[in-house]
């Protein structure tokens, strides 16, 4: 069932970039985004990789024949792959040192900063939801507020209005996931709040390229109230 739910997916994403009703960047996030979650240890592979400025030719040997992400599929390494490097390239190269051979906590704080640089529907779920949760001082994060956060996307773009149920299901799943990892939430089933903090290496790394809105976003702060 799990292999034909994907096969639909990819068909509905296929026809809706041909029909012109989600644009082309937009489809390559979610085939990324609905096929994977964190994937903090194959990150911290491919920014080791990418720390040695390969070739395209040995990039291709090492996510193929060499399957650097053990993965099972090619399709999948290939696309997981492509995932992560686009993350990682929305950050410099020092950054990438900090996933490669840091902490657990800073590489993965460091991977939530890369994720919400590359992805705005994770940037605006942290803002007007969970920042929402802890300035009511909520315990858990509401399963109901999904919905009303993708109608207000819609709002924003009416791309998100043709996602298909299974899609918005597996985002919530994605999202979820990603914040467990992160410590912002405690497990998938509980969804009980966790107070966020910042790695000082990640926070040093921030404040150098003038990015106090994404600590406050990581803080879950109101954003622009530092100085």
């Known amino acids: 069932h799990a292999g034909l739910e994907q096969l639909f997916r990819a068909r509905v994403i296929a026809f809706l970039v041909e029909a ?28 080791a990789l990418r720390l040695q400025s390969p070739t395209l030719a040995e990039w291709r040997q090492a996510i193929g024949p060499d399957n650097l992400l053990q993965k099972n599929s090619p399709a999948t390494a290939v696309r997981l792959a492509g995932l992560i490097r686009d993350r990682l390239d929305t950050l410099p190269r020092v950054a990438w ?3 490669a051979n840091g902490s657990q906590e800073a ?16 940037a605006d779920f942290m803002h007007d939801v969970l ?50 990892e ?8 509980t969804l009980r709040l966790r ?8 926070a040093r790394l921030l404040k150098s390229l003038g990015e106090n809105k994404m600590i406050d976003l990581l803080e879950l702060q109101t ?5």
Request: positive net charge; contains cysteine; hydrophobic residues 50%.
């Open 131 to 180: 920042l929402a949760h802890h300035r009511r001082l909520d315990n858990t994060l509401s399963r109901r507020a999904w919905e009303p956060f993708l109608a207000d996307c819609a709002a924003r773009d009416t791309g998100v209005d043709v996602w298909t149920a299974a899609t918005r299901a597996k985002l919530w799943q994605v999202i979820v996931r990603i914040l467990v």
């Open 97 to 99: 040192e900090i996933v």
């Open 20 to 47: 012109r009703l989600l644009p082309a960047d937009r489809a390559r996030m979610l085939r990324g985004w609905v096929h994977s979650g964190f994937q903090v240890h194959q990150s911290r592979r491919i920014a």
């Open 223 to 227: 954003l622009h109230a530092r100085a």
């Open 107 to 122: 590489a993965t704080q460091t991977l939530l900063a890369a994720a919400l640089f590359h992805s705005a529907l994770l």
């Open 182 to 189: 992160a410590r912002y939430l405690d497990a998938p089933r």
């Open 195 to 202: 107070t966020p903090g910042v790695h000082p290496d990640l």
